[in-house]
């Protein structure tokens, strides 16, 4: 942190530095306790701390985005079915209390409160979906602090992320906006696509790079249906989340579309993996036969040039024998024997 290398600066630089009372917690610096409140009703925890020189304000995630980094499906729908009930029970009670100041008022505009907590309602279902953690970058520059504030991931960026098919369709199809960035470090500004994209540079083969294939298929037949929001950069103040798609019942159909043709797509590649596994297979049982069938010959063929070998032997001895044999009864008969014992 901008924190550590300070402090290591002062500490070579300035032997009288008391590194003690700057990280006291009573004392003004980065060692100062921070300030938590309680949760929003989008499930959002401020953090505030204090630097040497000025006061910071962090948002944790919110309840959606945590749900969908670990890519609870059952989770996800269940907050933002809760959020829809309970924004519904706020805009019945607000436009009953509306037509009520109307009829007392004899007010001509009766539509006027309906559309507005209508949009209302809109607005605040947009920003529990694409909701995304806020945090600060703080520079010390010896007097004052530099500072940014960026945006974090929204629940679809961390569904995207960590590969979670399922909750980045369901986000998807339910109005999350796939042109915003987020800055999860410093320097790296990264929207939907630009985030499937490197990590598919980065997967690999196997099963993640086919859940990511099919991640970036369905962010390419949505993102023809939204137009780049206003406010998608990942420092921007997001307090409306105003940006909504051409058209959602057709954004639907071509993200169901994209998923149904990658799983028949990958079904079919399953199943040529495994034909090809198979034959695979096959070639290598041929294969052993045939050197099976090398090893039994070559053994026959050792076998019997062995036998050859051992007959051809035999008959060299026996023709000696024979010789000597022959030999001594001619010696004899010529009166030789001595003779012949002696050689």
Not at 8 to 32: H, K, L
Not at 36 to 65: I, N
Request: with cysteine; aromatic share 8%.
């Amino acid at each position: 942190t901008p924190c550590d290398s300070f402090d290591e600066f002062r500490r070579d630089f300035d032997p009288d530095f008391d590194y003690d009372a700057y990280c006291d917690d009573d004392a003004p610096g980065f060692g100062s306790a921070d300030e938590h409140s309680g949760s929003d009703e989008y499930g959002v925890e401020r953090m505030t701390y204090h630097t040497q020189h000025d006061m910071y304000t962090d948002t944790t995630d919110s309840a959606l985005a945590k749900a969908a980094e670990r890519g609870d499906l059952r989770s996800v729908k269940g907050l933002l079915q809760d959020f829809k009930e309970r924004i519904d029970r706020e805009c019945k009670a607000e436009s009953v209390s509306d037509d009520s100041e109307a009829s007392s008022d004899d007010s001509d505009s009766d539509q006027e409160p309906q559309v507005t907590t209508e949009r209302q309602r809109e607005l605040k279902l947009t920003r529990f979906l694409n909701l995304a953690r806020r945090w600060n970058e703080v520079e010390d520059k010896w007097g004052y602090d530099k500072s940014w504030e960026w945006n974090c991931d929204t629940p679809l960026l961390k569904a995207v992320r960590n590969a979670h098919v399922d909750v980045t369709q369901f986000l998807l199809v339910h109005g999350a906006d796939p042109t915003l960035k987020s800055c999860i470090t410093c320097d790296r500004h990264e929207d939907a696509a630009s985030v499937v994209s490197h990590l598919l540079d980065v997967a690999g083969m196997g099963p993640k790079r086919t859940r990511y294939d099919l991640i970036d298929d369905m962010l390419t037949a949505a993102m023809r249906f939204w137009p780049e929001a206003p406010y998608n950069g990942s420092g921007s103040a997001r307090e409306e989340f105003t940006n909504r798609p051409t058209n959602l019942p057709v954004l639907v159909a071509a993200v169901d579309a994209a998923v149904e043709g990658k799983e028949h797509e990958t079904a079919e590649g399953d199943l040529a993996r495994e034909r090809e596994e198979e034959r695979k297979r096959e070639e290598r049982k041929r294969e052993e036969i045939l050197i099976m069938e090398k090893r039994r010959r070559n053994e026959e063929m050792r076998s019997k040039v062995l036998e050859r070998r051992a007959a051809k032997k035999r008959q060299s001895l026996t023709t000696e024998a024979r010789g000597s044999v022959a030999k001594r009864q001619k010696a004899s008969r010529s009166g030789n024997w001595r003779l012949w014992e002696r050689r």
